[in-house]
């Protein structure tokens, strides 16, 4: 039959259809894992191909492959690198343990495409084999922990990184914007001593710049790859000078300095910088639940809330009550970093699931971790831009609360003792008077000192 082509495994042969780069390994485990849908995410695909990129390279050099197919290889993998073929990428997220399967579809699509540049018949595998050649001195065992290392780093210095630096540079903005604006600070959701609009945006502008360098470090254990180890961590068919010559070249790749992982095994074994990265996710996650409620809680309103602040009206917000925006980006912000949570429980629970000489639980570290990145990356961007840039604030609400709050008698307990201050504080909730009008009336101070001691701009003005 014209329209497919028989391939052969150690199981046996089947029919592949003619069109497809993948083959008959692929085709099993589509098979077999029909189980959410899910496909590699491109990143992912796109750290694999690099691999195989920078190993074909190396192995040409060494004299390991033929050279014409070690070009035929970087060809392949470099027309896939551009956006070809991106639909041959098939195996289910959840599918063989290790990532066998994801990995063999890779050295399928490779070898396959590879085939034809060299002007031969896909399914040719004598010609350009994906285990001989596309796979050479390879195994899934050190091939996919660096794919992940390698989706890591790409993930973040395309998408979290730069979103974390704008989002900074937005609140640091919004900070000198607003340093004037003095508000009603609010601990337990209770009234507090005022502070600047401005200073609870560079608060948050810290915040991140703090997630931004944690995330930095924790990147550092992802430049340290085990590739070179082979099925064990032993190096078995590999080139004496393979682990080195590969990393430098999939170094020159990403334009991220690489170095071979000092002890092989460790490098095979421990999931330990996925954990590590996905908690610093995490800890980030955390900061910006809080940020984002914040957020809605200034927002609140119109009527019945804070309303101190106005987030960016950017789509109407309900389907039955006319004129209502609700604060849909901190909102989203939220709903985003719950799942990268989850992601961080996964990722967890899968890296203290290895045994022996290997982690079996690697494809769903890969998806979760790379995915995490990519969405956190994403949302932090989207926030920035569409929320947090186009914040306007009420300067005579904010003032307004301010002024009522009953926590300015804190700055009176130097003066006139705490158990006064608590008794004209309580005399003024009771009564409606001012704190200044009962402190007046009771004599405990003069009308020059409440004017000194009283003064809104210098209690809320932050230490330098």
Request: proline share 5%; net charge negative.
């Amino acid at each position: 039959m014209e329209d497919v082509r028989i391939e052969r495994d150690s199981m046996g042969e089947r029919q592949i259809p003619h069109t497809v780069y993948y083959g008959i390994q692929t085709l099993r485990a589509v098979e077999n894992f029909p189980i959410s849908g899910l496909k590699p995410l491109a990143t992912y695909v796109d750290a694999c191909v690099l691999i195989k990129k920078a190993t074909a390279i190396a192995n040409g050099e060494l004299g390991c492959i033929p050279p014409e197919l070690s070009v035929a290889i970087v060809q392949a993998a470099d027309e896939v690198l551009l956006g070809n073929l991106r639909d041959q990428f098939v195996v289910d997220v959840y599918q063989a343990g290790a990532g066998t399967s994801h990995h063999m579809n890779v050295n399928e699509v490779l070898a396959n495409r590879a085939l034809e540049i060299l002007g031969d018949a896909k399914g040719n595998y004598q010609r350009v084999s994906p285990n001989d050649h596309v796979n050479y001195g390879q195994s899934t065992n050190d091939v996919i922990p660096t794919a992940i290392r390698i989706g890591g780093l790409l993930a973040l210095e395309h998408t979290m990184l730069p979103a974390l630096q704008e989002a900074i540079a937005t609140l640091t903005a919004k900070a000198t914007e607003f340093q004037h604006v003095v508000k009603s600070g609010r601990t337990h959701l209770q009234d507090a001593v005022p502070v600047r609009m401005g200073d609870t945006f560079g608060a948050w502008a810290q915040i991140l710049t703090d997630h931004l360098r944690r995330l930095q470090t924790a990147a550092q254990d992802l430049t340290v790859i085990g590739l070179g180890g082979s099925a064990a961590g032993t190096g078995m068919n590999t080139h004496p000078h393979y682990r080195v010559r590969v990393a430098e070249i999939l170094s020159d790749l990403i334009g991220t300095p690489l170095k071979p992982a000092p002890h092989l095994m460790a490098a095979m074994q421990s999931m330990a910088p996925f954990v590590n990265v996905s908690g610093a996710l995490r800890n980030l996650a955390q900061d910006l639940v809080k940020i984002s409620h914040d957020l809605r809680l200034m927002d609140s309103g119109p009527k019945t809330g804070f309303k101190e602040i106005q987030l960016p009206p950017v789509q109407p917000g309900s389907s039955i009550m006319p004129g209502k925006y609700n604060p849909v980006m901190a909102e989203m912000t939220s709903m985003v970093c719950f799942q990268v949570m989850g992601y961080d429980a996964a990722i967890a629970l899968a890296a203290q699931a290895g045994q022996l000489e290997l982690n079996v639980m690697m494809p769903l570290i890969a998806y979760d971790l790379i995915h995490s990145i990519e969405i956190l990356g994403n949302t932090v961007m989207a926030l920035s831009q569409r929320g947090i840039a186009g914040i306007t604030v009420d300067g005579d609400r904010c003032l307004a609360y301010a002024e009522g709050s009953l926590a300015l008698v804190t700055a009176l307990n130097p003066h006139i003792g705490y158990l006064n201050a608590a008794a004209v504080a309580k005399e003024s909730l009771e009564t409606g008077k001012s704190l200044r009008q009962i402190v007046l009336e009771k004599g405990l101070m003069s009308e020059a000192e409440l004017v000194s001691v009283l003064n809104l701009e210098a209690m809320s003005a932050m230490l330098t």
